[in-house]
């Protein structure tokens, strides 16, 4: 078996591995844990210790963080921290469908234990990190800021992980930097979430949902006007460098691995059966009836 062969088997059977799928769902759950940690921790850290966290740094710390994660983990599970990400690369075909919910779940465990630490340790009711509509603004505002606001955040996210332009960890910076920017002048009038777990961590543990609604639909339809865009700008999804950036460059490459030895095998299949098939045909048109002409050698 040649060198390359044992490296093909081998990549397969440590992806098939079940704990290569795992150290996906875990790498999620840590980031979105910080991720939570820094944008619910921003506001219940100034309703405990008022003048201490102005609403610049509130809303810069998330961006900061998320860049942060992009460029420690974005190769074990591509960061997506949010599940109109997942959903949106899903939605381009960067993604598999199969991997929505899991990471999905695993966003949800990582914010809500963001929102129950930051309540233990500092002492103030989660109520105090969740976001809502500003006092006197139409919930119909907030939906549409919600919208905007993940419509370029998909966008953004999008572009620098297509085949097209991908950027690889520079992207972090786009990322980060429109999350930042985004919340310093938006956050007044909603908070800026762009993120469905962001917003659900915080209300479900205060057990306040009147304003949720908002912060999932609005990102949700955002991410889907984002990939209508994608492909207008690009055409279809599912190249590699998309796909390494959406599931993490060492899974999609060893799928691409796999996928190649695939076709080369179909391929060595395929000429061999040609070999006999023209092997038989000769045979019934010379009305051969002995063996004395040699079968085709299919190692060959």
């Known amino acids: 078996m040649s060198a390359f062969a044992r490296d093909v088997i081998d990549e397969k059977a440590d992806f098939a591995n079940p704990a290569y799928g795992f150290r996906r769902l875990l790498s999620e759950i840590l980031g979105t844990f910080f991720l939570v940690l820094v944008a619910a921790g ?173 912060y999932l639909v609005g990102p949700l339809a955002g991410a889907t006007l984002a990939v209508v865009l994608a492909y207008a700008l690009r055409g279809p999804g599912g190249g590699q460098l998309a796909r390494e950036a959406a599931e993490g460059a060492v899974a999609a490459k060893r799928e691409h691995l796999a996928e190649n030895a695939a076709a080369d095998i179909k391929g060595v299949v395929e000429r061999d059966v040609d070999d006999i098939d023209a092997w038989i045909h000769r045979r019934h048109r010379t009305g051969q009836t002995d063996t004395t002409e040699a079968e085709p050698d299919s190692t060959s």
Request: proline share 6%; glycine share 12%; net charge neutral.
């Open 42 to 214: 921003g506001g219940m850290m100034a309703a405990a210790y008022p003048g201490t966290v102005s609403r610049a740094a509130a809303v810069v710390a998330p961006g900061l963080m998320v860049m942060a994660i992009i460029l420690f983990m974005g190769k074990i599970s591509g960061a997506h921290l949010n599940p109109a990400v997942s959903f949106a690369f899903a939605l381009r075909g960067d993604f598999p469908w199969r991997r929505v919910i899991p990471y999905i779940v695993a966003q949800v465990i990582g914010a809500l234990l963001a929102v129950a630490f930051l309540q233990l340790v500092i002492g103030v009711s989660a109520s105090n990190g969740a976001t809502y509509p500003a006092a006197g603004a139409s919930p119909w505002a907030g939906l549409a800021m919600e919208f905007i606001l993940t419509l370029g955040l998909v966008s953004v996210i999008l572009g620098t992980a297509s085949g097209a332009q991908n950027i690889g960890p520079i992207g972090a910076l786009a990322v980060g930097g429109y999350i930042a920017l985004a919340g310093l002048w938006a956050s007044p009038l909603e908070g800026a979430s762009m993120n469905p777990v962001r917003s659900f961590a915080p209300d479900l543990i205060a057990n306040d949902f009147t304003a949720y609604w908002i």
